[in-house]
């Protein structure tokens, strides 16, 4: 399938900046030293350094099927002297890893772009112990809202979202994730629910990357959306006046909420 955002330097910036801006690993179950935790799509390893950290002196491993970023994972760990952290390229429907060979498995804004998301929870559940837990966490487009309102900004995301499941994806996949999960036979203790996070003027050390990185996003599928005649110059030129204008404004009001899905692979 194919993947919408690349691994380019402009969107490895934009991988960190949301790490920090969107929460780090507050999303995750507790996090103790010992533990040896999966990282499932870990891009650039933001969040693997942090967990990495929490869990020392277990081992800490991030995968992902691009190389690009597991090149840069490797080079911002070594840079921060993260020593139980590695990173391997690997396929999340497909892991080369052995059977219960780790206490936790997450996968974050992992499971929207693959094409067979049952498969890489099956995988997940595979390689982790009995008893350890899986967490998964996507945004949920369903719940976006921003103040001052813009059409252009909303219709531009619309037509990402289309362009997200024409690639193979699904930008849908968080309200999802009961039916996903609760088929699943070896999992237990099953908490499903959407988070939310939010964001105002007064954070202005938030906002202004979130809008950058939203940004971001628009020039990654602007090629596609254009080809396909989903947008045009105009709209694309007036979502992007309409983001700064968001930056500046004193009312300034962002809301996502994002599914989360966490459960424990059963002892028997």
Same mark, same amino acid.
């Given at each position: ?27 995750? =179950? =507790?996090?103790?030293? +010992?533990?040896? *935790? ?71 804004? *992992? ?19 009995? +008893? ?8 949920? =487009? ?41 088929? *699943? ?43 396909? +005649? ?39």
């Amino acid at each position: 399938m194919g993947y919408l955002h690349g691994s380019d330097h402009a969107e490895q910036r934009r991988l960190e900046a949301q790490a920090w801006y969107l929460g780090g690993i507050d999303f995750l =179950p =507790p996090l103790r030293p +010992g533990l040896r *935790v999966l990282d499932l799509g870990c891009g650039t390893g933001a969040i693997a350094r942090e967990v990495a950290a929490a869990v020392a002196p277990a081992p800490v491993i991030g995968v992902d099927r691009d190389a690009a970023q597991v090149h840069t994972a490797r080079r911002l760990a070594a840079a921060d002297g993260v020593e139980n952290l590695r990173f391997l390229c690997g396929d999340a429907v497909a892991l080369a890893l052995p059977d219960a060979s780790f206490d936790a498995v997450y996968g974050r804004f *992992v499971l929207e772009h693959v094409s067979d998301p049952e498969g890489a929870i099956a995988e997940m559940c595979r390689v982790v112990r009995p +008893g350890g837990w899986v967490c998964a966490y996507e945004w949920e =487009p369903g719940s976006f809202v921003n103040h001052p309102r813009s059409e252009p900004i909303d219709q531009v995301w619309r037509a990402i979202y289309d362009l997200q499941e024409e690639l193979g994806g699904d930008p849908w996949i968080a309200r999802k994730y009961f039916a996903l999960f609760s088929g *699943v036979e070896v999992l237990e203790d099953l908490v499903v629910e959407i988070r939310p996070w939010t964001i105002t003027a007064r954070d202005t050390d938030r906002l202004q990357p979130y809008v950058a990185a939203a940004q971001q996003v628009f020039r990654e599928a602007r090629d596609g959306l254009l080809a396909r +005649g989903w947008v045009g110059e105009d709209l694309l030129a007036r979502a992007e006046r309409d983001y700064e204008r968001l930056v500046r404004s004193p009312e300034a009001f962002v809301s996502h909420g994002f599914g989360r899905a966490v459960a424990r692979r059963r002892h028997s």
